[in-house]
């Protein structure tokens, strides 16, 4: 039991060394991930892990839960604080779970939901056919313009008021543009159903004040924690204080067991990172690099779905320029220069989801690691010259130089 991991399992041990490597010679631009610091990377690893805590503070089934409780206690005062709400639930494992034990508090089997549709950004949780949303729930969905590529929130009423669902949710996956969750809000009001927004991409910009806050146009909020709130990977639930305790039966007893108090503990600690002052300043900085580097594709010629970005990501449509490659393929070239992102439909895209026209390219990560807005210009111009020469092995070992240089210079958080 005194083994170190080197010790224990050297197996493991190298692939976390080769991993922790990887990251740290790479740029992450995956818009869904994230560097957290070297205190919640310590919180996480602790012998919190070891405890069962099923319940919720002052009221658990098994004892020695005194320092728990004030943990867990801790992290959900300071989400309440950061966001404004009633009631948070930080036991959530994921940003799924999260929105299933919404399901199960507020819905019965084949009540209609509607959210955005996948294709066109949303969440595969927000009823994707072979998902649970979409066996257990009728679902109906909405999207974005063909010509312009944004929410009309007017089309929305319109649909929601003909469908008349039983929940209505307001988020997306890959959706580069401001929601209006007040139009929503008042949208689910004169429909009759509740609201769900999904802030799990935004998180960041809203505890920031620099996205729009669904908190009193909103039932329910769902968020992740480890995207650009910058903490461990899980998921949290807000609501108003009506629907507080059919939350906590949804999560507790209704979909989880034991929390994770190593991860809440986690939690807390991120918590406490975004009520500093140095989060604006961070989340400022992602918005920034965003448009920059949206600036900096467009002015070579790509387009970008929707013409830009008013958050972290961006959906970059390789038919512009590229029309016969395919997201999957331009990724792989990007990969093999240490530029990691993901793939991705954009909206009416002719291509099935495993080959996509597009790429999600986000900035959360880079900026952890403190790059700025000239780097970024230097990370645009590496991913034109690769895409533009169609993977050529020579421009993509020239790009690779460059960011192997880049990253150095800028190193991940490690834990102490």
Known sequence: MTQTLLQADPDIHALIQEEHARQNNSLGLIASENHVSPAVLEALGSCLTDKYAEGYPGRRWYFGCEQVDQVEQIAIDRAKQIFGVAHANVQPHS??????????????????????????????????????????FEVASYGVEEGSEVLDMDKIREQVLAERPKLLIAGASA?????????FGAIAKEAGCLLMADIAHIAGLVAAGLAPSPVGHADFITTTIHKT????????????????????????PGLQGGPLEHAIAAKAVCFKEALSGDFKTYQQQVIDNANTLASELTSRGWRLTSGGTDNHLMLLDLRSRMPETTGDTAA??????EIVCNKNSIPFDPRPPMQTSGLRLGTPAITSRGMGTEEVKLIAESIDSILTSEGNESVIATAK???????????????Q
Not at 105 to 110: E, T
Not at 115 to 122: R, S
């Open 229 to 252: 709130l910058r903490g461990p990977r899980g998921g949290m639930i807000m609501c108003t204080e009506e629907w507080a305790k059919k939350i906590d039966v949804a999560v507790f």
């Open 401 to 415: 130089g460059a960011i192997g240089a880049l990253c150095a210079q800028f190193p991940i958080p490690t834990k």
């Open 175 to 183: 959706y580069p543009r401001t929601i209006d969750f007040e139009a």
């Open 332 to 337: 792989n070239w990007l990969r093999d220069a």
């Open 95 to 136: 940003g799924a779970n999260a929105n299933t034990a919404v399901f199960l508090a507020c819905l019965k089997p084949g009540d209609k939901i509607m959210g955005m549709d996948l294709a066109h950004g949303g969440h595969l949780s927000h009823g994707m056919r072979i998902n649970f949303s979409g066996k257990y």
